[in-house]
């Protein structure tokens, strides 16, 4: 049985840093895509950032050079790094897991949620003002 859970969430002031943690049980992150998915109160769930199993990354315009995705294959989770945080940033962020790889798959439609196949609880990032 996947299991995903999501950690490090919290509240923090406007350019200010948070690391969200993810971690995999029933599932091998390597070689494998994976995704941070955001939703916030009235809105749609939004693809922030993806990471294929070879390392290739996709982000959404409005976080590129603030936020990182990255693997930790020996720890088997996944990261996001989340710098100069805006109030926009809000939201609950979810971890999400495809059977896949994303070799073959264009950077846009990587943070496509219906692509994934394994989701976490989320957890909730509050940026104030």
């Known amino acids: 049985q996947v299991q995903l859970v999501e950690s490090g969430g919290g509240s923090v002031q406007a350019g200010g840093s948070l690391r969200l943690s993810c971690a995999a049980s029933?599932?091998?992150?390597?070689?494998?895509?994976m995704g941070w998915f955001r939703q916030a109160p009235g809105k749609e769930r939004e693809g922030v950032a993806a990471?294929?199993?070879?390392?290739?990354?996709s982000y959404a315009d409005s976080v590129k050079g603030r936020l990182t995705i990255a693997k930790d294959n020996a720890a088997n989770t996944l990261y996001l790094q989340m710098n100069s945080l805006k109030p926009e940033d809000t939201a609950m962020y979810y971890c999400?897991?495809?059977?896949?790889?994303?070799?073959?798959?264009?950077?846009?439609?990587?943070?496509?949620?219906?692509?994934?196949?394994?989701w976490g609880q989320g957890t909730q990032v509050t940026v104030s003002s």
């Open positions: 029933g599932y091998t992150i390597s070689n494998r895509c």
């Open positions: 999400a897991a495809t059977s896949g790889s994303c070799i073959v798959v264009p950077n846009s439609d990587m943070r496509e949620p219906s692509l994934y196949n394994y």
């Open positions: 990471i294929a199993g070879n390392g290739r990354t």
